[in-house]
């Protein structure tokens, strides 16, 4: 993965070349944006993940489904800033966006559900994200198979939801599985299987 100083780079050297606005340019401010994010550097990600926002809804319209998976992303931003409300607001926006382009069974449909049930929890309303986020693993499973990598981050997901709420027994089996799967399917190095071992090592030294 390119370093934060390559992409601003290529993010100069586009605005150079291409302009502003040009589609290239705003996919490569995007990606800055996420490794901004990574890094925790939250605010220059959202200023970044704004302009994008803006500059898709301009160059494609509000319901373009590039100006919906910005716009879910500036939402992320926006709920790690606390402002939880506004961030479900937009998630809400993107997951009717991408069911109206998609259906409700496409993939960014269901990855849209999927982060609205976390600031769903986040509020507070945990059983409302609970019976969303088995309906979404359910809909996972069946269209895209229970070793799909985006139904094994609904029920790591779903895990943590449980782990919250108490119900550590099936919290923990949840996260094993997701674990194991992770490791058959993706390695012992990858950056995601190495997630979900470390939330179950978390999970089993609260228990031992």
Same mark, same amino acid.
């Given at each position: ?13 586009? %605005? ?29 990600? %959202? ?8 500059? %898709? ?80 693993? +359910? ?48 390695? +012992? ?20």
């Amino acid at each position: 993965m390119a370093s934060i100083t390559e992409l601003e780079a290529l993010v100069a050297e586009r %605005r150079h070349t291409l302009g502003e606005a040009h589609a290239d340019t705003l996919t490569a401010m995007l990606d800055l944006a996420e490794a901004l994010w990574g890094e925790g550097r939250l605010n220059a990600a %959202r200023q970044l993940e704004e302009a994008v926002v803006e500059g %898709r809804r301009a160059l494609y319209g509000a319901a373009h489904p590039d100006t919906l998976k910005a716009l879910g992303k500036l939402a992320v931003s926006i709920g790690q800033r606390g402002d939880l409300k506004e961030a479900r607001r937009l998630q809400e926006e993107v997951a009717d966006g991408m069911r109206a382009a998609y259906g409700p069974e496409g993939r960014d449909t269901l990855r849209a559900v999927n982060n609205l049930t976390g600031t769903l929890a986040a509020l507070g309303d945990v059983e409302a994200a609970h019976g969303i986020l088995r309906e979404t693993i +359910a809909t996972l499973t069946r269209v895209f198979g229970e070793d799909d990598v985006d139904t094994l981050t609904s029920l790591g997901n779903l895990a943590a939801l449980l782990w919250q709420a108490g119900e550590r027994d099936e919290a923990l089996e949840l996260q094993e599985h997701v674990a194991g799967a992770l490791r058959s399917a993706r390695g +012992a190095c990858n950056p995601a299987t190495r997630a979900a071992e470390a939330t179950l090592a978390g999970m089993l030294s609260e228990l031992f």
